[in-house]
Nanobody
């Protein structure tokens, strides 16, 4: 298992930017596919972005495509989510998930390691 901790959330205004970080410990991080998800009160956890083990492949939800960028630095055991042009509808708790596989997963149930989450609030 790998332990994950997210950071970088906060309260910002619409149009601002934030960079979230997901730091891993416990196992070789480079063997894990990592995804970012978000969850608002009363809603299911939804896919935001995913990155392959060697950064060769990324995928995004349509709602964030062109505004968010996922990246990773395996030497630092860290995955990032750069969020630009934030909108009030981006408000949620953001979670990073990891699964030890080469397969690119976009469903939360396919991930078996999760961090505690970081709150992102975007005011209008």
């Amino acid at each position: 298992q790998v332990q994950l901790v997210e950071s970088g959330g906060g309260l910002v205004q619409a149009g601002d930017s934030l960079r979230l970080s997901c730091i891993a410990s416990g196992r070789t991080f480079s063997t894990y596919t990592v995804g970012w998800f978000r969850q608002s009160p009363g809603k299911e956890r939804e896919f935001v972005a995913v990155i392959s083990r060697n950064s060769s492949y990324t995928s995004y939800a349509d709602s964030v495509k062109g505004r968010f960028t996922i990246s990773r630095d395996n030497a630092k055991n860290t995955v990032y989510l750069q969020m630009n042009s934030l909108k009030p509808e981006d408000t949620a708790v953001y979670y990073c998930g990891a699964v030890e596989t080469v397969i690119i997963y976009t469903r939360a149930r396919q991930y078996d390691n999760w961090g505690p989450g970081t709150q992102v609030t975007v005011s209008s």
